[in-house]
């Protein structure tokens, strides 16, 4: 009889470890399925990242284009260069990403079409350009009267937003197959867990049959159960502890960030309501801030000034020595100094200049100079003037 329980009992374990064998193939499987899953995800959003990105940047590149036309200034025609070449990268690291994959290459084949589009429009743009150089805007006029281009540039966005739009038809694709991939792995492992419990109690009622014949090892067992209890307890305790400490530093680095985003809004609400002219520039001269009085002075959008040299709004005066414009900032950022109560032209954004004061600080992060602030103040009683 005892011999029948023993093999029953192996018999049960074996089967218990032969479907937890199996759960656990089936979950190791369905891991690496989603690990798999999760790249070509990760891999299509890339796809549809840059795709995004060559419609911006097409944006952008015409915009300089059309700002070039209009005033001829070569820094516009440098921003348009920049963003064609950085649209023509973003669009080859595209269609490399599409170039290998089964369900691909439809997006590959789009994103073909696509260069020959893109290459259309580059080659229109050169001869805008050329046309600007040698004939100034009626030249542009000419030009675009015999070729508007304007199709070529729609093509574009419906190129794009269909490569777009079939990258995200794929991802909601995959995600219900992963939808029913999870809901099948938790099944599997449900029903394992449930027959492996069902089993379980078989095998703890079969021994109970057995426990008179082993009082011994029960009583060993309870022994053990009360030292393991003890240690069970410690832990406890000592967990409560450490979850007490974390919950108190949890709430320490809390008030602490909110403390710190309170000081930001302070700061810029104090840097708004100055009435003088508040210019933040980078260590590269570019404006990375303009509080409300600039925008007031001068009409200029903070848009349309961010991210450009500050020499769009603030001229300085010819250096007598060199007979050249000389921008003082440069040096004293480079020194790390301060510049007090010099003379400069405000420029708006009609065209006219107004004499001004200006004064720099420079801004400090580690011993190191990353930016300064301008603060520039109009002379009593000036007038604006035009542009010679």
Do not use: C
């Not at 304007?150 to 966005?157: A, D, H, Y």
């Not at 301008?374 to 003037?385: C, E, F, H, K, N």
Request: proline fraction near 3%; hydrophobic fraction near 40%; glycine fraction near 4%.
């Amino acid at each position: 009889m005892k011999e029948d329980i023993e093999k029953r009992i192996i018999g049960l374990f074996v089967l218990m470890l032969a479907i937890l064998v199996y759960v656990a193939w089936t979950s190791v499987r369905n891991i690496k399925q989603n690990i798999k899953d999760n790249d070509w995800v990760n891999h299509t959003h890339d796809v549809i990242l840059h795709a995004e990105d060559v419609l911006s940047y097409q944006h952008a590149g015409d915009a300089a284009l059309r700002t070039y036309l209009l005033t001829g200034d070569e820094r516009d025609k440098q921003g348009y260069r920049v963003a064609y070449s950085t649209m023509k990268e973003r669009l080859d690291e595209a269609e490399a990403l599409t170039r290998t994959g089964e369900d691909e290459q439809s997006s590959h084949q789009n994103l073909l079409n696509l260069q020959n589009l893109i290459g259309n429009r580059i080659d229109v743009a050169r001869a805008m350009v050329k046309a600007r150089e040698d004939g100034g805007l009626e030249g542009v006029r000419q030009q675009f009267g015999a070729h508007p281009d304007v199709e070529s540039i729609n093509k574009i966005e419906r190129s794009v937003n269909h490569i777009v739009e079939v990258a995200r038809g794929l991802l909601r694709d995959r995600d219900k197959r992963q939808h029913l991939q999870a809901l099948t792995s938790k099944m599997t492992v449900d029903t394992g867990l449930a027959v492996d419990f069902v089993l379980l109690a078989l095998v703890l009622w079969l021994i109970r049959d057995d426990v008179a014949a082993r009082r011994e090892a029960a009583q060993a067992l309870t022994e053990a159960n009360a030292q393991l209890e003890t240690k069970v307890h410690e832990r406890t305790a000592k967990l409560i502890e450490s979850n007490h400490t974390l919950q108190q530093e949890n709430l320490e680095r809390r008030w602490s960030h909110q403390a710190m985003d309170h000081q930001l809004r302070y700061n810029q609400l104090i840097i708004n309501s100055i009435a003088e002219l508040v210019i933040v520039v980078s260590r590269a001269l570019n404006v990375s801030r303009i509080n409300p009085a600039v925008v007031h002075q001068t009409g200029w959008e903070p848009q349309e000034l961010i991210a450009q040299p500050v020499e769009r709004v603030l001229q300085f005066p010819v250096d007598p020595a060199s007979g050249v414009t000389q921008n003082p900032l440069t040096l004293a950022l480079r020194d790390g100094r301060q510049i007090q109560n010099r003379s400069a032209q405000l420029l708006d954004r009609s065209g006219k200049t107004l004499p001004v004061r200006y004064s720099l600080f420079p801004v400090h992060d580690q011993d190191r100079v990353v930016g300064g602030v301008v603060t520039v103040r109009v002379l009593d009683g000036a007038q604006p003037q035009s542009q010679s």
